[in-house]
């Protein structure tokens, strides 16, 4: 953070947690059971004392003179999962935590702007971040330390430790988490936009990719692999504006690799959220509804923009997906399926042993499996084989596996696979704009993105205002900036896909509160009335594993037809942002914006 001097702070840090302890009054009871949030209510039977992030709970800590321990994670995460078992199970360490602390537990898709902001906090601290994701924070608010998975020896040890020097030093603690907070926000410097200013930002933006690019497996980094979607998205638009041979031979073995290895399931549908190495082989097996919203969309335009017909066969296969193992009732959709299955085991719902392989497959599709899938080489999985093409299969081998991976289908989902059934406002508008882009790769998803659009506006858009989303017949209050921009990105795509004059209305309409909501002259907020008091409004919001929010809505006001919310777009493209000078690989989708930006742009589609 601004002002972080992370070397003799983060080591100061590390001293308060060899001081005596000292013990304080017992903790409230556990709040999670029956929560309709399906990862709070997991922790509902655990022995800590949980309690919801609130103004209330926040009000507690500072009557009781406690740090609170805020632990952030989500449904899908499977460390998450490991940490509850190990310590939150454990009656010791949630001893600990009910005595000494304010135990919290928070759904990163409830309050992804507080999650944003702990992340940012723990990657300053240590480089590092990631879930789950447990910070000690001040009563007034302030973040003071850090830790991710830990065994439950040394997390026992961390808890002891620093509820010892809490007790020991308050004064000094609550004096360094202030000066770790970044200033207050002023109003951020603006630039004129230019064909220039834009041109310099893609510049920036293209070689700071180059630097990070994979060239031998595709991809970004070389240690694990994400799908990395606002960067692929603005290299794809780059690539249509500014032929060049190098970016598309690069972005052609990304999407190829993206498809044929680990990261996608070839029997079921839809990409895992990650792979754990950098050649796509080994995924963390969570699917999240975001990351296929995402991938859809993208291998859509891919097809287009590298002149690939078949990766509309992987988009269809990627909303096939969303469609049959993700669909809520009501017409909305899920939020993500478990790494693991019913029994506690990673990656089982899609692992597959030789010898069932060869009982329900014919002889020469399963001579394919076992060449293409390699299922003669050692495992790389406790629970069996993830099909994925380690080789090139020949056009026989080809028709052969498309006839096993039919009669696997059906057999894969009758495996058990547990959902977060949580409908979040903003990943469903996400999912809107996938549903609605590929109805001119088949009309027939013109009743699914028609029936999705119902539910958000039905359901979830109250007045012009958002609420977070609904999960077990209950609402989740508290929609954010991502909510807002999302559903009005999805909204208007769903107007152009249709010509659907409510579409078009509405996203006016929640476009307007959004603004009024999340937008001043100092910046964007991520939530409207944020409690962790690090949260200061920001000029630009940086691009993560989604898009920033505070950028998708911009190109969308772009699109709407007021001059107002226009002339507001056209302001906050304008301010300067230096961050993205040092680092324009991290704000891809500003880049697209200081485009879409200039006089004859706007209306521009991604």
Request: aromatic share 10%; charged share 25%; with cysteine.
């Amino acid at each position: 953070m601004s002002g972080f001097d992370r070397g003799t702070r983060f080591f100061t840090l590390l001293l308060i947690l060899l001081l005596p302890a000292a013990a304080s009054a017992a903790s409230p009871v556990n709040q999670l059971v029956n929560h309709p949030s399906p990862y709070l209510a997991l922790h509902g039977s655990d022995p800590v004392a949980w309690q919801e992030w609130n103004a209330d709970t926040v009000a507690r800590a500072k009557r009781e003179n406690k740090l609170l321990f805020v632990s952030v994670g989500y449904f899908a995460c499977h460390w998450c999962h490991v940490m509850q078992r190990e310590s939150y199970k454990n009656p010791e360490i949630a001893g600990l935590l009910n005595r000494d602390y304010i135990p919290v537990k928070v759904d990163r898709e409830i309050n992804s702007g507080l999650d944003a902001a702990l992340q940012r906090f723990s990657a300053q601290l240590s480089g590092v971040s990631g879930w789950p994701l447990n910070a000690f924070v001040t009563p007034e608010g302030y973040p003071v330390f850090v830790v991710l998975y830990a065994p439950p020896d040394d997390f026992r040890k961390q808890l002891d430790h620093l509820a010892r020097r809490w007790v020991a030093d308050r004064a000094g603690i609550r004096d360094m988490a202030r000066q770790a907070a970044p200033p207050p926000a002023g109003r951020p410097a603006s630039e004129p936009l230019s064909a220039e200013r834009s041109a310099r930002a893609w510049q920036r933006f293209v070689d700071g990719m180059w630097q990070e690019a994979d060239p031998l497996h595709g991809g970004f980094g070389q240690v694990s692999k994400f799908p990395m979607a606002p960067q692929l998205h603005a290299l794809l638009e780059r690539l249509a504006q500014q032929p060049d041979a190098r970016l598309g031979e690069f972005l052609r073995l990304t999407f190829d690799q993206m498809a044929a290895r680990g990261l996608r399931d070839h029997v079921g549908g839809g990409f895992f959220r990650y792979t754990t190495d950098p050649g796509w082989e080994s995924p963390h097996f969570e699917k999240m509804l975001y990351d296929n919203a995402h991938l859809a969309v993208l291998y859509l335009h891919a097809a287009t923009v590298l002149r690939q017909p078949r990766y509309r066969e992987i988009a269809r296969s990627t909303l096939d997906f969303m469609r049959d193992e993700l669909p809520d009732p009501g017409g909305g959709f899920y939020a993500s399926t478990s790494a693991v299955d019913d029994a506690g085991r990673e990656g089982a719902s899609y692992l597959w042993e030789p010898d069932e392989l060869k009982r329900r497959l014919s002889p020469a599709a399963y001579a394919a499996a076992r060449r293409v899938w390699q299922l003669d080489a050692a495992r790389s999985f406790d629970s069996g084989y993830l099909p994925m093409e380690y080789r090139t299969p020949t056009a026989d081998e080809r028709s052969l596996l498309a006839d096993a991976l039919r009669t696997l289908r059906p057999l894969r989902l009758a495996r058990s696979l547990p959902k977060d059934i949580k409908v979040n406002a903003g990943l469903n508008g996400l999912a809107l704009s996938a549903f609605s882009q590929a109805i001119r790769l088949d009309p027939a998803y013109r009743q699914r993105a028609d029936r999705l659009q119902h539910f958000l506006l039905a359901r979830l858009a109250r007045e012009g205002r958002l609420i977070k989303g609904v999960a077990r017949g209950q609402v989740l209050p508290h929609a954010e900036l991502e909510d807002y921009a999302y559903v009005v990105q999805g909204l208007l795509d769903h107007a152009d896909a249709t010509g659907n004059a409510q579409s078009r209305a509405r996203a006016r309409q929640i476009a307007q509160t959004a603004w009024q909501l999340f937008w001043s002259d100092k910046g964007w907020k991520r939530e409207a009335s944020p409690l962790l008091a690090t949260m200061q409004p920001e000029p630009v919001l940086a691009d993560g594993a989604l898009y920033s929010p505070s950028d998708v809505l911009i190109l969308a006001s772009l699109r709407l037809q007021d001059r107002a919310i226009q002339r507001m777009a056209r302001t906050a493209a304008g301010w300067r942002l230096p961050a993205m000078e040092q680092d324009a690989y991290g704000y891809p989708t500003r880049v697209r914006v200081l485009t879409q930006s200039l006089p004859g742009q706007a209306g521009a589609l991604p």
